[in-house]
């Protein structure tokens, strides 16, 4: 099997890269009385803590424009460099990674459409040499509400595919699809648990048009769920189970989320719990 076809143990990872292909493509429980004020949108995620060890730097420019992201392994020390090109128009045109040396680990370069969405991506991932295409669909309504990409190779193959679900306006699924060569699909979906009322979908659309794309993979999650669940299924087999509880959320007084606790409950196969503690960072530009 090719390098660039995945690990069963690495869909758990993809699912939240597929929230970051709808944060960066995408402009993606609570009481009523616990809905903060409106986000200021002059504030700028800067940093990411897990365990109180750097996970994740964001850099801007003067103009909110984000040109750089750092991030860090789970000892704090720098593996990647992203860094974000753009166009006269302002709009995305190319996004490479890095080791710290410098050598160059994987691209992106953006077609976008008539009417400013980005409609297709060509990926190469140097270290196996890699090519992909991925294909962008929207809702013909919502302008910016993503529904689903798949990635293809060269020839036309089919590899990935990942669909969005919404539920009265906010992200409430993803399901996640692999096609291997053996003709085996392995599977993947996760359920997002939002309370769905007024004040909450208030909140949602607050958060998605915040921050500039993209933001940390899971700052959506953080900011509006209570709880998710993931399942992932090999030739339609449930073979893997966890539920998260994101608990402890701290604001700051524009609204913005600073802390919270997540706690993975294994399912199937069962195991011990989880705990992870985030804290975010922010920079008014």
Not at 214 to 235: C, F, G, M
């Amino acid at each position: 099997m090719k390098k660039h076809f995945l690990a069963h143990r690495q869909i758990h990872r993809l699912l939240f890269y597929a929230i970051a292909v709808l944060l960066i493509l995408s402009s993606c429980k609570k009481n009523k009385s616990d809905i903060k004020a409106p986000l200021d949108k002059t504030k700028l995620i800067s940093a990411v803590y897990i365990n109180d060890t750097i996970y994740e730097k964001y850099y801007y420019k003067n103009n909110r424009q984000l040109t750089k992201i750092e991030k860090f392994s789970k000892s704090g020390i720098l593996e990647t460099i992203w860094n974000y090109e753009y166009d006269e128009a302002g709009g995305l045109k190319s996004l490479k990674s890095f080791t710290p040396d410098g050598t160059v680990k994987t691209s992106h370069e953006y077609t976008t459409n008539a009417i400013g969405q980005i409609s297709q991506s060509r990926f190469k991932n140097f270290t196996n040499n890699y090519n992909a295409v991925y294909d962008y669909v929207y809702d013909p309504l919502a302008k910016t509400k993503m529904l689903s990409y798949t990635a293809s190779d060269t020839v036309g193959n089919k590899q990935i595919k990942v669909e969005y679900l919404y539920n009265n306006g906010m992200l409430s699924g993803i399901n996640y699809s692999q096609f291997l060569p053996a003709g085996i699909e392995m599977y993947a979906s996760t359920e997002i648990n939002i309370t769905n009322d007024a004040a909450s979908l208030s909140r949602y659309k607050e958060v998605t048009g915040s921050l500039p794309e993209p933001r940390p993979d899971n700052w959506l999650i953080d900011h509006v769920a209570e709880s998710y669940k993931q399942y992932y299924y090999t030739s339609g087999e449930v073979t893997y189970e966890h539920r998260a509880e994101l608990t402890e959320k701290k604001y700051d007084t524009k609204g913005y989320v600073t802390n919270l606790k997540t706690t993975i409950i294994k399912i199937k196969p069962a195991g011990p719990d989880i705990v992870t503690r985030l804290r975010y960072e922010y920079v008014e530009l």
